[in-house]
């Protein structure tokens, strides 16, 4: 973080570079690239990079994908960017423990995963007009693994029956609201809460219901409210219509996903993962170990997901350098893309280095 966090002559900002598995060895140094390119562009503060091991090359020195030395250097830092993980070639038992994404999630209460989804110009989409937000709650709701202090949400009574628990609070269901209500304000103000209370009243009914009651905070904010299968296929019919949705843990997950594809491609998801103190850039999309090394993949969203973490990181320090800078990213991408210069996955024949090159020379131009 920023020595003296007031002042906007600061010459140093400490990120964390945490770069994963697959493709995180080639996305992860091109965002770094992008991010001081654009920095730089706007007379900005430099960055103090600092890498942490984390994934299957941390497993070599360190005998684990999350060392604990990096949650003790995470600790220290106030926002950090972590690569993707494949966390299904990892060996037992860590295969089946809670991935390294997941336990920073848990360990550092990164209780918010904001995830736009907004079609970029020149790919194709199924949803062109769509530029809404995913808002999700990130620590409770269905999914087991992260409900508990010890241990998982899961377990066997005998061979043949599977039970999972699904917790949800007050607490989180409230201020998950507050986070979707407040940037919705910033937004269109419209708001759709997602739940499912025809079958499950009592939990999805708590989340709806505390949505409601931060709701009357926000008289500005037109709410709508959906279930959640509903929503998805009025999604796919008319994703121009949402703004900002707000949703449980795995319905947030879902989603997100869900609408990522239908604005052109998870390729180009980007999402971060804050609490009131921390973020974490993420990008949507997983570690692609068949395109890994191979120069192939798409950088974008995890381009957009840094963008992202300026911005949450301008108020913060005071500094609209680093919305400045953001901002930069943002249409240096865009115009990137627009220009047919893109990745296979959007059509193109672009490699990662070629794209990340022209991305960042146009950071510069604006």
Same mark, same amino acid.
């Given at each position: 973080?920023?020595?003296?966090?007031?002042?906007?002559?600061?010459?140093?900002?400490?990120?964390?570079?945490?770069?994963?598995?697959?493709?995180?060895?080639?996305?992860?140094?091109?965002?770094?690239?992008?991010?001081?390119?654009?920095?730089?562009?706007? %007379? *900005?503060?430099?960055? &103090?990079?600092?890498?942490?091991?984390?994934?299957? @090359?941390?497993?070599?020195?360190?005998?684990?994908?999350?060392? &604990?030395?990096?949650?003790?250097?995470?600790?220290? !830092? &106030?926002?950090?960017?972590?690569?993707?993980?494949? @966390? /299904?070639?990892?060996?037992?038992?860590?295969?089946?423990?809670?991935?390294?994404?997941?336990?920073?999630?848990?360990?550092?209460?990164?209780?918010?995963? #904001?995830?736009? /989804? =907004?079609?970029?110009?020149?790919?194709?989409?199924?949803?062109?007009?769509?530029?809404?937000?995913?808002?999700?709650?990130?620590?409770?709701?269905?999914?087991?693994?992260?409900?508990?202090?010890?241990?998982?949400?899961?377990?066997?009574?005998?061979?043949?029956?599977?039970?999972?628990?699904?917790?949800?609070?007050?607490?989180?269901?409230?201020?998950?609201?507050?986070?979707?209500?407040?940037?919705?304000?910033?937004?269109?103000?419209?708001?759709?809460?997602?739940? =499912?209370?025809?079958?499950?009243?009592?939990?999805?009914?708590?989340?709806? $219901?505390?949505?409601?009651?931060?709701?009357?905070?926000?008289?500005?904010? &037109?709410?709508?409210?959906?279930?959640? $299968?509903?929503? /998805?296929?009025?999604?796919?019919?008319? %994703?121009?219509?949402?703004?900002?949705?707000?949703?449980?843990?795995?319905? %947030?997950? #879902?989603?997100?996903?869900?609408?990522?594809?239908?604005?052109?491609?998870?390729?180009? +998801?980007?999402?971060?993962?804050?609490?009131?103190?921390?973020?974490? /850039?993420?990008?949507?999309?997983?570690?692609?170990?068949?395109?890994? *090394?191979?120069?192939?993949?798409?950088?974008?969203?995890?381009?957009? @997901?840094?963008?992202?973490? !300026?911005?949450?990181?301008?108020?913060?320090?005071?500094?609209?350098?680093? +919305?400045?800078?953001?901002?930069?990213?943002?249409?240096?991408?865009?115009?990137?893309?627009?220009?047919?210069?893109?990745?296979?996955?959007? %059509?193109?024949?672009?490699?990662?280095?070629?794209?990340?090159?022209?991305?960042?020379?146009?950071?510069?131009?604006?």
């Amino acid at each position: 973080m920023i020595a003296q966090k007031d002042d906007r002559n600061a010459s140093t900002l400490r990120i964390g570079a945490l770069t994963g598995d697959g493709i995180g060895h080639e996305i992860v140094p091109a965002t770094i690239r992008v991010v001081d390119a654009a920095l730089a562009s706007v %007379g *900005g503060p430099a960055v &103090e990079w600092v890498h942490l091991p984390l994934g299957l @090359s941390a497993m070599d020195q360190h005998g684990t994908p999350i060392p &604990e030395s990096t949650l003790a250097a995470v600790a220290e !830092l &106030e926002c950090w960017i972590l690569g993707p993980h494949d @966390s /299904a070639s990892y060996p037992e038992p860590f295969r089946s423990q809670l991935t390294p994404g997941g336990r920073i999630r848990k360990d550092f209460d990164l209780f918010a995963n #904001i995830r736009p /989804a =907004k079609a970029l110009t020149g790919v194709l989409a199924l949803s062109p007009q769509m530029d809404l937000v995913v808002v999700r709650e990130n620590t409770e709701g269905f999914y087991a693994d992260r409900n508990m202090s010890l241990g998982s949400g899961e377990f066997m009574p005998t061979p043949d029956v599977a039970l999972a628990v699904a917790v949800f609070t007050r607490r989180a269901c409230e201020r998950i609201a507050h986070e979707a209500f407040t940037l919705a304000d910033r937004r269109r103000r419209k708001l759709t809460i997602v739940h =499912k209370t025809n079958v499950l009243s009592m939990t999805t009914g708590l989340f709806r $219901d505390a949505c409601r009651a931060v709701g009357e905070q926000f008289p500005q904010v &037109e709410i709508t409210e959906e279930h959640v $299968d509903a929503l /998805a296929a009025h999604l796919v019919r008319r %994703g121009q219509d949402y703004d900002v949705i707000v949703a449980e843990n795995m319905f %947030g997950d #879902i989603l997100s996903d869900l609408t990522g594809e239908l604005s052109g491609s998870l390729g180009t +998801a980007p999402s971060i993962n804050s609490s009131e103190s921390k973020a974490m /850039a993420q990008a949507s999309h997983g570690s692609a170990p068949d395109i890994a *090394g191979k120069n192939r993949a798409n950088p974008t969203a995890l381009f957009l @997901s840094a963008a992202m973490l !300026l911005e949450w990181l301008a108020p913060r320090h005071r500094d609209e350098r680093l +919305a400045a800078a953001a901002g930069r990213i943002r249409h240096a991408v865009d115009a990137t893309v627009e220009s047919g210069v893109a990745t296979a996955d959007l %059509g193109g024949q672009a490699s990662t280095s070629a794209f990340t090159e022209t991305v960042e020379a146009r950071v510069h131009r604006r």
